[in-house]
């Protein structure tokens, strides 16, 4: 039998945890879930942009072009070098400042140049290209459309 003492501990912890602001403990996987997604989001934000490869053995100059062309950013590309987390809302993306080797880009594609020009990474992104058609140079999806 409990003595008064245990009895009266018992009851002000009993009270504490009924007026307690505290998550109760069935509630815990559901907050810790809902933790994880909240740091996961910025993670998903970061894979709506554009991934480019550089797949050629030399360099190629970028110009990425967003907001309607009111801003415009030039990369150096070495060989095999990777940039990423560009053109988040889509973008123009011109190789080498040449007007006819432009491409337009939506966010999430993932291209790589090859040979001197723009190709889908994904085989699922075909389906975007302009032509949809495998191409006769080396790439493993079509040609991004032309603007």
């Known amino acids: 039998m409990a003595s008064p003492i245990q009895r009266e501990v018992y009851a002000v912890a009993l009270h504490a945890t009924e007026s307690s602001h505290m998550i109760p403990r069935a509630s815990w996987p559901l907050a810790a879930l809902t933790f994880a997604a909240l740091l996961a989001f910025p993670a998903l934000s970061a894979s709506a942009a554009v991934t480019l490869v550089n797949r050629d053995d030399k360099d190629h100059k970028l110009t990425v072009i967003e907001e309607g062309g009111a801003k415009s950013t030039d990369h150096i590309l070495k060989p095999s070098q990777m940039l990423e987390g ?51 140079v080396p790439g493993v999806g079509a040609e991004p459309k032309k603007p």
């Open 86 to 136: 560009i053109c988040e809302k889509g973008c123009v993306i011109r190789i080498n400042d040449s007007d006819e080797e432009e491409y337009e880009l939506e966010a999430g594609d993932k291209v790589s140049i090859e040979e001197g020009f723009l190709y889908y990474d994904d085989p699922a992104a075909t389906q975007q290209g302009a032509g949809a058609a495998a191409p006769a």
